[in-house]
């Protein structure tokens, strides 16, 4: 009596058109259990096919090979571990967050006495005072509340580009292109140290916030920290190959953070004067950075875009496209409001954390200079954040302030965003 013919099920031709495919994908497994099945001489099933099959099926398949591609916005499966398939979990839709209102800023006031460029500006800790430096020499001392001159010092033989006042000490420290760095004691209002070492124009300064440490940069590509009381050259940060243009210290680490024409950033190791992480971003000279008050993070300018980072590791956040300008500074305060001001009288206003740019401004010049004397060179936000400072080429100091009648309602955001991927860096 003839044994009957067992005729294939469907499941053994599925499995078998399937470890084609896995074959030709290229699954070590699939091709084995491929060669076994066409080695069988009866078409049918052997005796311990079920066993087959089913190993088959747990070992040729790959985690989520024969599932369907899951659709664009249903579920999708998540990372799968110790060889498990993932579960599956509703992605979220992406939503980019919405800009903080911000009033605009408007000029409230103009100040002027210098004879040269307006180059840098500092604060007073107290907030009653503040300072400026000018390429006629000079350095001046204003009254914040009503923009009266209070003091001029004289001593530097070339422009002051950069000034800082001490908030542990009754002391301002200013640099400029003669090579030097200055102390002055302000009860006396003479200087009483000079810092010598830098072998051409000094454009930055920064002092640290806990320490008696002063730190400075110039066009001789290197920064130097200096110690406050004993004049002595702590460290030179080297690593640089062009101007660094600016300088920022801060309390935590990285404390020292530098920003160069050959278009990088630095993190450094204070302690052991060293570059902790090189930021290669940019494509263009980064002529300003400034931290922001509150948040871990900092931004910096550059004719390409402005960028922000985050802190300790310098790890990319976001590009602030659209000021197409060489940009000289940046200030931000502890609303969010980040200004950039540059070479042609620019000055455009962002909210910080989303990027939008809610406020667009051209300086202009005083009557009886130039068009082309616009220029803003510097540029801050007093301490209580609610007054804007900027220092211009026009030989003027500027003063802004937010518009008091504005509402939601007459300065709506008209805030579109992009539907591009973000940039990664």
Not at 107 to 129: E, T
Not at 156 to 185: M, N
Not at 223 to 242: E, F, N, P, Q, S
């Amino acid at each position: 009596m003839s044994k009957p013919a067992l005729t294939r099920t469907r499941d053994d031709a599925d499995l078998e058109r399937m470890l084609r495919e896995q074959e030709r994908d290229g699954n070590p497994m699939a091709a084995l259990l491929s060669k076994k099945k066409s080695s069988e001489a009866v078409p049918g099933l052997q005796p311990g096919a079920e066993q087959l099959t089913a190993q088959s099926q747990a070992l040729a398949i790959p985690n989520g090979a024969a599932a369907a591609a899951p659709a664009r916005n249903a579920l999708v499966s998540s990372g799968t571990t110790g060889g498990e398939r993932g579960a599956l979990v509703p992605r979220k839709p992406l939503t980019l967050p919405k800009p903080k209102w911000h009033p605009p800023w408007k000029l409230m006031r103009v100040i002027s006495g210098h004879l040269g460029w307006v180059r840098c500006i500092a604060f007073d800790p107290s907030n009653q005072w503040f300072v400026t430096g000018s390429s006629d020499r000079m350095i001046k001392i204003w009254d914040l509340a009503t923009g009266k001159l209070r003091l001029s010092l004289t001593g530097h033989i070339s422009a002051i580009r950069g000034l800082a006042v001490s908030a542990r000490q009754p002391y301002l420290f200013s640099c400029g292109e003669d090579k030097t760095v200055k102390c002055w004691d302000l009860e006396q209002n003479k200087v009483i140290r000079s810092y010598h070492g830098h072998l051409s124009a000094v454009y930055g300064i920064s002092l640290h916030p806990t320490i008696d440490v002063l730190v400075t940069c110039g066009r001789d590509a290197t920064g130097r920290v200096w110690d406050m009381r004993t004049k002595a050259c702590i460290h030179t940060l080297t690593g640089h190959t062009d101007t660094v243009s600016s300088v920022i210290c801060q309390a935590a680490d990285p404390q020292v953070i530098t920003a160069s024409h050959d278009s990088t950033i630095r993190l450094w190791d204070l302690a052991a004067g060293k570059t902790r992480v090189t930021l290669t971003n940019h494509k263009k000279s980064v002529r300003a950075i400034c931290v922001h008050p509150n948040e871990f993070s900092f931004a910096s300018a550059s004719p390409d875009n402005i960028k922000q980072w985050k802190f300790p590791d310098g790890n990319f956040l976001q590009n602030l496209t659209g000021h197409n300008a060489i940009v000289n500074t940046l200030s931000c305060n502890a609303d969010g409001v980040l200004v950039s001001g540059a070479d042609n009288g620019t000055m455009n206003l962002w909210d910080y954390r989303t990027g939008y740019n809610f406020q667009r401004m051209q300086a202009v010049a005083q009557p009886g200079s130039l068009d082309s004397e616009t220029g803003i060179y510097a540029s801050a936000f007093d301490l209580s954040g609610c007054r804007l400072l900027t220092c211009e080429a026009d030989k003027t100091i500027k003063v802004y302030k937010e518009d008091d009648t504005a509402t939601e309602e007459t300065h709506p955001i008209s805030w579109r965003p992009e539907i591009l991927k973000r940039k990664r860096y």
